[in-house]
């Protein structure tokens, strides 16, 4: 059993910046492959990046350059470091842990123009 809980979300002007993060309470396992997608209203949910449990990393090309994904394995959390925010990276923000079969509920971003 286990719950993912993103934070970090809010507004912020094109060309800023957030960080993103998702606390992963259960086993730690759980926390072993993990992933962040989003979904944009009247859009369909899209992968953003993941990170398996040897650390490699895979980005789509929409984020490549802009966007980090890293991890904390003492605390448990996953997080999205995203920058140079452009208005179409709008959406709310989940993560996912593919080693549970788990999401968050979501963390909502507003970029701006």
């Known amino acids: 059993q286990v719950q993912l809980v993103e934070s970090g979300g809010g507004s912020v002007q094109a060309a800023g910046s957030l960080r993103l993060s998702c606390a992963v309470f259960?086993?730690?396992?759980?926390?072993?492959?993990m992933s962040w997608h989003r979904q944009a209203p009247g859009k369909e949910r899209e992968f953003i990046s993941d990170i398996n449990y040897a650390g490699r990393k895979n980005y789509a090309d929409s984020v490549k350059g802009r966007f980090t994904i890293s991890r904390d394995n003492a605390k448990n959390t996953l997080y999205l470091q995203m920058n140079s925010l452009k208005p179409e990276d709008s959406a709310m923000y989940y993560c996912r842990s593919r080693s549970c079969g788990a999401w968050g509920q979501g963390t909502q971003v507003v970029v701006s123009s």
């Open positions: 259960g086993h730690s396992v759980c926390s072993d492959d």
